[in-house]
């Protein structure tokens, strides 16, 4: 029934391996410049690792130590044992780089195979992967995954939505690695052709690599007849493969085999109460070429209560609410843009793109949103587009507690990008 005996172990074993793996990680962390330096600076050796709560003792990562290492001021072996890198898509700054070893690209692909196979794809299935290859790690570490799992991985790779829909038609393409966006702009697509998403005959999708809200989820397996398995990873641990849904999708299971979780106060690093919300900090239990110890990865989550009824001991996290700095603060109020989107995504009127834009007015910030109405509520009729235009406004307001602008305009006129959606655009001049 598992892919893997390791997703069922028992909480016990759990830790036992944890432990075990989190030394190792700790001795091969200490050989590389960045961490013989941070685990000096804290006064910490390997060997002090000697209980799990001993992690506490280790200093964080951060995306900036990764910065103030590039290229490659993690390695804990010479270049030559690498056998390939990942850079990060941050659009400022120095990038950060992921080298990997030939174990670590191994065990990637198996964590990413055992996700598949837990939402159902089995090796008859015809994969397609519509996200970016090259350095975005949703391309090859999802087709090293299929391949790992037996599928028929095809590696089409981002935008080109007309090739998209021929290879799916064509090859019968049963489930897909798909970014929620472009989700959304694929059945828009489909509209505009004619073809009803539904006779794709896709009956998994693989849907991640962003926030999106429940409301897009249903939405989408409404839209398309396949079931959409929430997906979460970043490159730093790898990529895609982190943690992911199962049947039940209610909640990611997080590989407790492969990655340490903690859920820290982001502004006092301490530990919050067992099922808040906080920041997901993440070590790395397997990876040999680049270990990262408690790296904070911003995204804010919480772990689940309970176990989970498909009988897989490793931990839920929650649906990624945002990150701690998407945050905005408008007249003082905080809103996640996630927030926004849910209550979009719940009206049957709304397309499906938008934009939050943030602007000031005199010395007061303001927020308008720019939505998508679908074709057949975009009508003549000034009264009825004011109407649906204050319905937007009242349901957001009560969401979020302030009043934004809200912009209707025509579907299919809002910009969008071939990789992660922008949904936020900052025009407030800074002060
Ligand atoms: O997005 C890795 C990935 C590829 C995950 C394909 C899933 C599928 P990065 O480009 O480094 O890596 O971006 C990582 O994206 O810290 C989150 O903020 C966000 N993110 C990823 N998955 C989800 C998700 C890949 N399911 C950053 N829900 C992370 C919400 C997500 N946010």
Redesign the pocket.
């Known amino acids: 029934m598992y892919y893997d005996k390791a997703e069922s172990l028992s909480r016990d074993e759990i830790s036992r391996l944890q432990l075990s793996r989190l030394r190792t990680t700790c001795e091969r962390a200490a050989r590389s410049r960045l961490y013989s330096r941070k685990f000096t600076g804290h006064g910490v050796r390997p060997e002090d690792v000697k209980t799990l709560d001993d992690l506490r003792r280790l200093p964080f990562t951060t995306k900036q130590d990764l910065r103030d290492s590039y290229p490659d001021g993690l390695n804990t072996v010479p270049t030559e044992k690498m056998v390939r890198m990942h850079v ?2 941050g659009t400022t700054g120095t990038p950060t780089v992921v080298y990997h070893t030939a174990s670590d690209i191994c065990w990637w692909s198996s964590m990413v195979a055992r996700c598949m196979h837990m939402t159902g794809m089995r090796p008859n299935d015809v994969f397609q992967n519509t ?1 970016s290859y090259g350095l ?3 391309g090859l ?2 087709h090293y995954g299929a391949e790992r799992l037996g599928c028929l991985a095809i590696p089409m790779g981002a935008g080109n939505t007309q090739r998209q829909l021929k290879l799916i038609q064509d090859f019968k393409v049963t489930a897909l ?1 798909i ?1 929620p966006s472009y989700a959304l702009y694929l059945a828009n697509f489909c509209a505009q052709q004619g073809i009803d998403p539904k006779s794709l005959g896709v009956r998994i999708a ?7 809200s429940e409301e897009t989820r249903r939405r989408l397996e409404d839209i398309f007849g396949f079931r959409a398995f ?7 641990m790898n ?2 493969g ?1 943690a992911f849904e199962c049947p039940e999708q209610n909640g ?1 299971h997080l590989w407790e085999d492969a990655y340490l979780a903690e859920i820290i106060d982001p502004e006092t690093l301490e530990p919050v109460a067992p099922g808040e919300v906080g920041e997901l900090v993440l070590t790395t239990l397997c990876r040999e070429g680049m270990p990262i110890v408690r790296y904070r ?3 804010l989550t919480r772990i689940l209560p309970g176990g989970c009824p498909c009988g897989r001991s490793h931990v839920r996290i929650d ?2 609410t945002g ?1 701690s700095d998407d945050l905005i603060i408008i007249k003082g109020v905080n809103i996640y843009p996630m927030q926004i989107e849910q209550v979009l995504m719940s009206l049957p009127e709304v397309g499906q793109n938008y934009l939050i834009e943030l602007y000031r007015e005199g010395p007061i910030d303001q927020i308008r949103i720019k939505v998508e109405v679908k074709e057949e509520y975009f009508v003549e009729d000034m009264r009825s587009l004011n109407a649906l235009k204050q319905k937007i406004a009242h349901k957001l307001r009560d969401e979020i507690l302030v009043t934004p602008k809200v912009d209707l305009v025509e579907h299919n006129t809002l910009p969008k990008s071939e990789g ?1 959606a922008q949904r936020v655009v900052d025009n407030r001049e800074p002060e």
């Open positions: 990060s898509s996200t975005f790690t949703g570490g999802m690695h970014i693989l849907v991640g690599a962003e926030p999106y929430n997906s979460y990873g970043l490159s730093e990529g895609p982190v990611m990865t911003r995204d649906r990624i990150r992660k």
